[in-house]
Structures are given as structure tokens and as C-alpha cells.
């Protein structure tokens, strides 16, 4: 029979040989950064030149709600509970999708001026840039029901709302069109529902759709309407990001200036004939094909055919 007494001892010493050798590992993984000056708590690595601030715990704050709330001037009614609460879930959503939301105030600064500048030409309200921010987190994206660019906008109301799309050319991919056409549909909406709030439920919804729902339900404010639940926070959701990016310490982010994403100096070519090459007109014009695609994302083609009376107008670096 096995002596309990010696393979308890047996035991010790096997379990007391691992703890050393763990420790001599410790030891040896940590002398191997040349750059560390404390091991965590959790046992991770800190980095010498770790800003302090990082090896904090991270906090989940529950933030205030703005005493009042607008939109394009129009004001949210925040004595109703159920408006409080979506406004208080897409703040805190948005705040806390940390990541993402940084990349928004980066873009933002690179494109929002030149979206401030077509809405004031158009007479659309400033709040509306913030729509495309919602809509594709001013990125060039596909949707899966083919909505395409910063406006997100389907074919068809593209090409009604004054957009080339063709397999060589697709001007919802340009983010001034884009912005220039979604400013038409905005402004016939504004026609149809005479606030600025419906407006923008419908660039979601649809014109037909937020217009069966006022007249179904009979009410006329969208804060009053029972909706399906990407509409219902459609508005929220602008208005949350909005208060963000104007409040931007409030919600805890530190962003610095020089962090932020600014124009690039563009020249232009006016042509008005074929390219047949689009990678040699790019080496033509001392540049390369990679940053002709980034500042011409319109162009679908390796070649641009151009009709009889057709101009086009390309971005180049400067």
C-alpha cells in the first residue's frame, strides 16, 4: 500500500517545484520588456511610457439628460417620460460605443463643413448633417438593401433625385452630390409634412410611410407616433449624437485637435472625352490610381466613357 505520509510530502514538493518555476518564468517574461516599469494587478505588462490616466479603472457613468432638447429648432418634448427614456438610451449607446464614436468626431471635422455650406445653399437646417453621420458614419458604405454612400440612397431615388448611376459612374459615392441630392429630397418632404422632425423620420421610413402612420394613428407629432423600432429612434439617435459631439466633455471624450481628421488640398480636371486608362490618367497627373479611387469613389471603372456634352469634374491631390 502507498504511505499516505510520504506522498502527502511527495505532493508538497511537486506543487512547491511548479511554484517556483512559475515564478522564475514571471521573473524572466518581465526582465524581457525593455520598456516596462510595473506589472498590473491582473499580472499584465505595463508599458514606461503608459499614460496614467489609462491604468485607471475604466467607469460607467450615468449621465444627466439635457434639460431641453431640439431638433432643427424644433423642440423635444421632454416632459414625456417614454421621450426621456429613448433620449436617454441612444445617449448612453452612443457614448458608450467608444470606438465608433470617436471615428464620428474625426470625420466629422473633415466633412461637416462642406455639408454645413450645401444645406445653408439649400435651406435646410444645419441639424440635418448629422443625418448622414447616423446613416453611415460618413464612410462610403453599401447597405443590405443597396443603399449606398454617406446619404445611404437606394438607385431609384438617386436617379430621381438628379444622380448619375451606371456601371462606369455612381454619383451617390460622391459625398457633395449625394449631399446636393439628398437636400432635394429633403426639401420636398419638408413640402409634404411641414416640420422638420417628420423630414427626418421619413429619410428613414419614407415619405409614404411616416404619412400613413400620422394619418392611421391621427396624432401629427412623430414623438407621438407608435413606429417600428429603427424609426422610433431614428430621431433620437440624431439628436444624441448631436449633443455628443457639441458636448463632447460632458460624455467624457478627449479628442485633441490635432487627432481630428482635416480637408485634403484637392486640385480639379474638368475633362470632357474618354479616359480609356483611368490608372495611366492618374500617372499622367502625378498621382496613383489608389488616391484617384479615395478622392474620386464615384468612379465604378478602370476607364471612363464620356457622351458627347458630358463633363466630369476629378478630384486629384493638390
Not at 423635444?76 to 421621450?83: G, S
Request: net charge neutral; proline share 5%; charged share 25%.
Amino acid at each position: 500500500m502507498i504511505n499516505t505520509k510520504y506522498f502527502s510530502i511527495g505532493i508538497s514538493l511537486l506543487a512547491l517545484v511548479i511554484v517556483l518555476a512559475y515564478v522564475r518564468y514571471a521573473d524572466q517574461k518581465i526582465k524581457s520588456y525593455e520598456n516596462v516599469n510595473r506589472v498590473m494587478e491582473d499580472g499584465s505588462i505595463a508599458p514606461a511610457d503608459l499614460d496614467e490616466s489609462l491604468m485607471q479603472p475604466s467607469l460607467a457613468i450615468s449621465f444627466d439628460l439635457p434639460a431641453s432638447a431640439s431638433f432643427s429648432g424644433e423642440a423635444v418634448p421632454m416632459e414625456l417620460p417614454d421621450v426621456r427614456e429613448r433620449l436617454d438610451k441612444e445617449l448612453h449607446v452612443n457614448t458608450y460605443w467608444h470606438n465608433n464614436t470617436i471615428f464620428l468626431m474625426k470625420r466629422a471635422h473633415r466633412w461637416f463643413p462642406q455639408i454645413e455650406a450645401i444645406l445653408k445653399k439649400n435651406n435646410i437646417p444645419d441639424d440635418f448633417k448629422y443625418l448622414p453621420l447616423i446613416e453611415s458614419g460618413l464612410m462610403n458604405d453599401i447597405s443590405p438593401k443597396d443603399a449606398v454612400g454617406f446619404w445611404q440612397i437606394v438607385k431609384s431615388a438617386g436617379k430621381e433625385n438628379g444622380l448619375e448611376i451606371t456601371d462606369q459612374v455612381d454619383e451617390r459615392y460622391d459625398p457633395i452630390k449625394a449631399t446636393e441630392a439628398a437636400c432635394r429630397y429633403l426639401n420636398k418632404a419638408y413640402k409634404k409634412f411641414g416640420n422638420w422632425t417628420s423630414v427626418a423620420a421619413s429619410y428613414n421610413r419614407g415619405m409614404g410611410g411616416i404619412e400613413r402612420a400620422i394619418e392611421n394613428q391621427n396624432v401629427s407629432s412623430y414623438y407621438d407616433l407608435y413606429l417600428n423600432d429603427e424609426t422610433a429612434r431614428y430621431v433620437f439617435r440624431i439628436i444624441a449624437c448631436k449633443e455628443i459631439i457639441e458636448h463632447p466633455a460632458k460624455y467624457g471624450f478627449n479628442v485633441k485637435e490635432s487627432h481630428l481628421y482635416n480637408p485634403e488640398p484637392l486640385r480639379y480636371v474638368t475633362v470632357n472625352e474618354t479616359i480609356p486608362d483611368l490608372i495611366a490618367f492618374a500617372q499622367k497627373n502625378g498621382t496613383n490610381y489608389k488616391l484617384l479611387k479615395r478622392h474620386n469613389p464615384w468612379l465604378r471603372d478602370e476607364k471612363l466613357v464620356v457622351k458627347k456634352g458630358k463633363t466630369y469634374r476629378i478630384a486629384l491631390p493638390a
